[in-house]
C-alpha cells in the first residue's frame, strides 16, 4: 500500500528557506500522474502550492512563484519542495498528494495524501 510521509517542515525566520520532502513509499508510477504540494492556513481553506505533472509540467500559485521550487527524484520516489524567501504568510500545515492515474492536479483529484508537515515563519 502506498503511502506519502512528507518531512522537512519546522520553524524559520522571515527569509529563511526550508526543503520539504515527500517519500512515496511502495509507489509504482502510472504513465500520467500529477503530484504537488498543498497547504492549508488556521481558519483557512486549503490552497494548491505547487504541482508536478509527469510530462515535467508545473505549476504555482501566484503567492509563491519565484520563492519555491517542486521536483522530484523519481529514482527514489521523493517529491520535494523548495522554499526560499519565507513568508509569515506562508505558515500552513503542508501536505503531499497523489493522483495515480492522470495529469488532473485539482485538490479534488487527488487520490492519495500525506499526513502534512507544519511550516511556521516568524518574524
Known amino acids: 500500500q502506498v503511502q506519502l510521509v512528507e518531512s522537512g517542515g519546522g520553524s524559520v525566520q522571515a527569509g529563511g528557506s526550508l526543503r520539504l520532502s515527500c517519500a512515496a513509499a511502495g509507489l509504482i508510477r502510472d504513465p500520467q500522474y500529477c503530484m504537488g504540494w498543498f497547504r492549508q492556513a488556521p481558519g483557512k481553506a486549503r490552497e494548491g502550492v505547487a504541482t508536478?505533472?509527469?510530462?515535467?509540467?508545473?505549476t504555482y500559485v501566484d503567492s509563491v512563484k519565484g520563492r519555491f521550487t517542486i521536483s522530484e527524484e523519481s529514482a527514489k520516489n521523493t517529491l520535494y519542495l523548495q522554499k526560499n524567501s519565507l513568508k509569515p504568510e506562508d505558515t500552513a500545515m503542508y501536505y503531499c498528494?497523489?493522483?495515480?492515474?492522470?495529469?488532473?492536479?485539482?485538490?479534488?483529484?487527488?487520490?492519495?495524501w500525506g499526513k502534512g508537515t507544519q511550516v511556521t515563519v516568524f518574524s
Open positions: 508536478l505533472r509527469n510530462d515535467g509540467a508545473t
Open positions: 498528494a497523489l493522483n495515480f492515474f492522470s495529469q488532473d492536479c485539482r485538490s479534488a483529484s487527488m487520490d492519495l
